[in-house]
């Protein structure tokens, strides 16, 4: 079955990196498209970062980690990263990974906390 499980997260200083990471199992990982959503407390869930199948050539992100956060993957490894550089404190949420294989699947998420 399919199976996505994200790691990386913890509590880091504002303007702080980290980079997390979602292993998949369970489908033929480089055939398909990866996103990263997250949520903020009291908020919905939202679209971060979007990377297509293959290669990865194609990377899309939302407007609030524009030239701060990089998506990428190893289809060797199944895995897709998040790299998040000049973190601030709305960074704050449990991130997510998710694919879309007929239905949309995700993992149990990751707390990423950015705080002094």
């Known amino acids: 079955q399919v199976q996505l499980v994200e790691s990386g997260g913890g509590l880091v200083q504002p303007g702080g990196s980290l980079t997390l990471a979602c292993a998949a199992s369970?489908?033929?990982?480089?055939?398909?498209?990866m996103r990263w959503y997250r949520r903020a407390p009291g908020q919905e869930r939202n679209l971060v970062a979007y990377?297509?199948?293959?290669?990865?050539?194609?990377?899309i992100y939302g407007d609030s980690v524009q030239g701060r956060f990089t998506a990428s993957r190893d289809n060797a490894k199944n895995t897709v990263y998040l790299q998040m550089n000049r973190l601030k404190s709305e960074d704050t949420a449990v991130y997510y990974c998710?694919?879309?294989?007929?239905?949309?699947?995700w993992g149990q998420g990751t707390q990423v906390t950015v705080s002094s």
């Open positions: 990377i297509s199948s293959g290669d990865g050539i194609t990377t």
């Open positions: 998710n694919a879309f294989i007929g239905s949309d699947y």
């Open positions: 369970g489908f033929t990982f480089s055939e398909f498209a």
